[in-house]
T-cell receptor, first 113, second 108 residues
């Protein structure tokens, strides 16, 4: 158990809809990173939040957006869903104060029909 | 960002030692080498991290030569439950990049 929890665990949406995924980070961690993992591939970095500010972004369009709250929990929002957005979405928490080890949640499996 | 290269897949038998080598020719001075394990439908799990020489913990050892352009993850006496994907990463900033990983299959 990493102490990182994600909700929901599974989600089915249709093209064009919007989705919000949630992540509670491990106690004491101030950084949250989001990843998209398609079947059979490694996780792809979406973005990272550090103390409520976006701290870096991968090669994802603006319809992927996020938030980090004062308690360091986080949301990933995806607008105008496309079929290719179907994937496992992973949240990882870490603390820049104690190195860059990432602690992952179990993910949200998103299916876009 | 340093790119990593590792074998796509490996097979082993229970009780054997497994060594997975990763190359990272463009590693920077401040980068750390980190390995993760992932089971299907789960998030990656941290295994071990090192900067140089050898690091050992309760589950694995990590060997890093002096030039740091490669690293080897060593899993002693693997069991069936070690069947998973293993990722080698070089971490030096906010953007942790995963490659395709090595699929290890442990047979009875």
């Amino acid at each position: 158990e990493t102490g990182v929890t994600q909700s929901p665990t599974h989600l089915i949406k249709t093209r064009g809809q919007q989705v919000t995924l949630r992540c509670s980070s491990q106690s004491g961690h101030n950084t949250v990173s989001w990843y998209q993992q398609a079947l059979g591939q490694g996780p792809q970095f979406i973005f990272q939040y550090y103390r409520e500010e976006e701290n870096g972004r991968g090669n994802f369009p603006p319809r992927f957006s996020g938030l980090q709250f004062p308690n360091y929990s986080s949301e990933l929002n995806v607008n105008a869903l496309e079929l290719d957005d179907s994937a496992l979405y992973l949240c990882a928490s870490s603390s820049k104060d104690v190195g860059e080890k990432l602690f992952f949640g179990s993910g949200t499996q998103l299916s876009v029909l | 960002l340093a790119k990593t290269t590792q074998p796509i897949s490996m097979d082993s038998y229970e009780g054997q030692e497994v060594n997975i080598t990763c190359s990272h020719n463009n590693i920077a001075t401040n980068d750390y080498i980190t390995w993760y394990q992932q089971f299907p439908s789960q998030g990656p799990r941290f295994i071990i991290q090192g900067y140089k020489t050898k690091v050992t913990n309760e589950v694995a050892s990590l060997f890093i030569p002096a030039d740091r352009k490669s690293s080897t993850l060593s899993l002693p006496r693997v069991s069936l439950s070690d069947t998973a994907v293993y990722y080698c990463l070089v971490i030096g900033g906010f953007k942790t990049i995963f490659g395709a990983g090595t699929r290890l299959f442990v047979k009875a």
